[in-house]
C-alpha cells in the first residue's frame, strides 16, 4: 500500500493543501471493543434489590444492543475532536439573516448557574420559590416596559410555539366576542413559522403580497380583511431587514373591522429601546429571547418564546399567571375563567428566562446602543457589497441586508455556491435561499456582536468570492476546499438519505 492509502486509510487527511494532520473522527460505536470500560463504580453501600422484582420483568433488558464499549480518553478524545469540527460564535461571526445569532455575555451564564437558582424545583412551595418568581415577574414587567404592551406570559418555549399561543389567545377573545372567525392574512415577507401557527390555531391562510418598496401592500389588505379574518401577522422589521413604516396604519385597517394585529417579534434586535409595538397598534407579539435577549440559540436545547398582550387579550393568558399581592408576596394564579389553559410544564424554561433579565438588567438603557449598533454594522455591510451583489430593494435596512445572486447567475453560480465558498474563507454561511420573495437570497445579519475589524474580514471574504466568480467560477461551484468534508451531493442525500447507522 502507498503512504498516501495507507494514510487515508487510517482517517488522515494528506496532500498539497494539508497544513496539519486532520483525523477524520469515527463513530464512537466503531471504537467499540469488547471488555473496554471507562470507570468502575464503588460496591453498592445499600442493600442490593432486584431490579426485575422492583420495576417489572417486562420493562428489563439484559443489555442495551451494540451499546458502545469504550475507554475514558477515547470518549475524551472522541468528543474534543468533534467540538473542533463545529464553527460557534465564540470563534468568529455568524452572519445568519434572520436568525440573529448574537454573542451570549457570559455573566448570563454565571448567574444562571448560581447554586441558590441552578438547584430550585419547580415543584417546591411556593412561600420557598419567592426569588424564584419575583425574577419570572421582573423579566415580564421588563418585557413590557420594553415592548409598550401591557402583559406577559413566559410559558412558550419557542418563537413558533409563542406564534401558536397568541393565535390561539386572539381565538379565544374572538369566541368570547361570538365568532372566532376563519382566517388569518400572512404577508409573503412574514416568517415561515407563521403559517403553519396559525393552521394549529384553527384558521386558514391567506397570503397578502408586498409591494415594489418590500412593504405589505395595503390596498391589497383593505380588500382582504373581511368580517372573515382573525388577524394580520405581520413581521416587522420584516425578512427584508425593511420597517413597515405604516404601521399604525395597517392596525387601524384591521380594528375597523374587528381583526387584530399580531406582530412577529423576531426581528426585534431591530428597534429594541427605539420603538415599542404596543405605541402602534399591535394587540399581541411573541419575542424570541435568543435573537434579542441573548439567551442560547440553536443545537436543540430549551428555548423561550414569551408572548405579550394588550389588556383585550390579558384575561386569556396561559395559566398559571405569576401576580404580586400586597406587601410584595408572589403566588402562582390559576384561577383564570377565560384563560387558553397551560400551554408548557412549569413556567417555562427558566434558565433560559434568567439569562435574559441577566442581560436587561447589565444592558439597561444600553439596549438601545445595541440595536444602533446591530442596524449600523448591517448597512456597513451593506454599503460595502453593493456593487458586488444585486441589491433586490434598494430601501433603507435595519438589523439585516438581503441580497440576491442575480449577478453570479450567469457564470454559473447561485447562493449555495457562494455561501460554500465562504467557508473556506473561515465564516459560516449566511441565510441562503430566504426570504423566498427573493430568488437566490443572500440574507445577512452581523448583530451587534461584531467589531468593524470582522466585518471588515467578511467584506473582503465576499468581495473576494464575487471576484473569484469572474475569474474562476469553477473555485466557487466546487467549494468548500478547506473543510475536512468537501462538497456534499445534497440531492442523493435528499432522495435517499441512510437514517439508520448498521455496523
Known amino acids: 500500500m502507498n503512504p498516501k492509502a495507507e494514510a487515508e486509510t487510517s482517517g488522515i487527511a494528506t496532500g498539497a493543501a494539508a497544513r496539519h494532520v486532520s483525523l477524520n473522527e469515527r463513530l464512537i460505536f466503531e471504537q467499540s471493543a469488547p471488555g473496554k ?71 448570563n451564564e454565571h448567574v444562571a448557574r448560581l447554586d441558590g437558582l441552578v438547584n430550585e424545583h419547580p415543584l417546591q412551595p411556593g412561600e420557598l420559590a419567592q426569588g424564584c418568581l419575583r ?32 393565535l390561539l389567545m386572539i381565538r379565544a377573545c374572538l369566541e368570547s366576542r361570538g365568532n372566532p372567525r376563519k382566517k388569518v392574512l400572512i404577508p409573503d415577507s412574514a416568517h415561515g413559522t407563521n403559517p403553519a401557527s396559525a393552521v394549529m390555531a384553527g384558521y386558514e391562510v391567506q397570503n397578502i ?53 399580531y406582530m412577529d417579534g423576531a426581528n426585534m434586535n431591530a428597534f429594541a429601546g427605539i420603538a415599542r409595538p404596543g405605541d402602534f397598534g399591535v394587540d399581541v407579539m411573541h419575542l424570541n429571547l435568543h435573537k434579542t435577549f441573548s439567551t442560547p440559540h440553536g443545537g436543540g436545547g430549551p428555548g423561550s418564546g414569551p408572548v405579550l398582550v394588550k389588556k383585550i387579550l390579558e384575561p386569556f393568558l396561559p395559566v398559571p399567571v405569576v401576580v404580586r399581592k400586597e406587601g410584595g408576596r408572589f403566588v402562582l394564579e390559576h384561577n383564570r375563567p377565560q384563560s387558553i389553559g397551560r400551554v408548557r410544564a412549569y413556567c417555562g424554561n427558566f434558565g433560559v428566562l434568567l439569562r435574559a433579565l441577566a442581560y436587561i438588567l447589565a444592558y439597561g438603557p444600553g439596549i438601545r446602543q445595541a440595536t444602533e449598533d446591530a442596524v449600523l454594522n448591517a448597512n456597513y455591510i451593506r454599503k460595502h457589497l453593493e456593487g458586488h451583489f444585486d441589491l433586490p430593494y434598494d430601501l433603507p435596512t435595519l438589523h439585516e441586508v438581503v ?68 475569474t474562476n467560477p469553477e473555485l466557487v461551484k466546487t467549494a468548500p476546499h478547506s473543510t475536512r468534508i468537501g462538497r456534499l451531493d445534497e440531492v442523493t442525500a435528499a432522495r435517499k438519505p441512510i437514517l439508520r447507522w448498521k455496523p
Open 209 to 261: 403580497p408586498s409591494n415594489t418598496r418590500g412593504h405589505v401592500d395595503k390596498d391589497r389588505l383593505r380588500q382582504a380583511v373581511t368580517e372573515d379574518v382573525a388577524a394580520l401577522m405581520l413581521t416587522n422589521p420584516n425578512t427584508l431587514g425593511i420597517f413597515e413604516d405604516h404601521v399604525a396604519e395597517i392596525a387601524g385597517i384591521l380594528h375597523e373591522r374587528g381583526a387584530l394585529l
Open 37 to 107: 470500560r471507562g470507570m468502575d463504580l464503588p460496591p453498592l453501600d445499600v442493600p442490593a434489590v432486584d431490579p426485575a422484582a422492583v420495576l417489572g420483568r417486562e420493562f428489563m433488558r439484559e443489555a442495551v444492543e451494540g451499546f458502545p464499549e469504550v475507554s475514558e480518553i477515547e470518549v475524551l478524545r472522541h468528543f474534543t475532536r468533534l467540538s473542533t469540527w463545529n464553527y460557534a460564535i465564540d470563534l468568529g461571526m455568524y452572519p445568519l439573516g434572520s436568525c440573529t445569532m448574537k454573542y451570549n455575555p457570559r455573566v
Open 403 to 470: 441580497f440576491s445572486d442575480a449577478r453570479q447567475k450567469p457564470q454559473g453560480i447561485n447562493t449555495m455556491d457562494i455561501a460554500k465558498r465562504l467557508i473556506d474563507y473561515g465564516f459560516h454561511p449566511y441565510t441562503t435561499a430566504f426570504p423566498l420573495i427573493v430568488p437566490g437570497a443572500l440574507m445577512i445579519e452581523p448583530t451587534e456582536s461584531e467589531s468593524k475589524q470582522e466585518c471588515d474580514r467578511f467584506i473582503q471574504a465576499m468581495r473576494a468570492i464575487a471576484a473569484e466568480t469572474e
Open 135 to 166: 425574577i419570572l415577574h421582573d423579566l415580564e414587567q421588563s418585557l413590557v416596559a420594553i415592548t409598550g404592551m401591557d402583559a406577559a406570559t413566559l410559558e412558550p418555549a419557542a418563537g413558533a410555539h409563542g406564534e401558536m399561543t397568541g
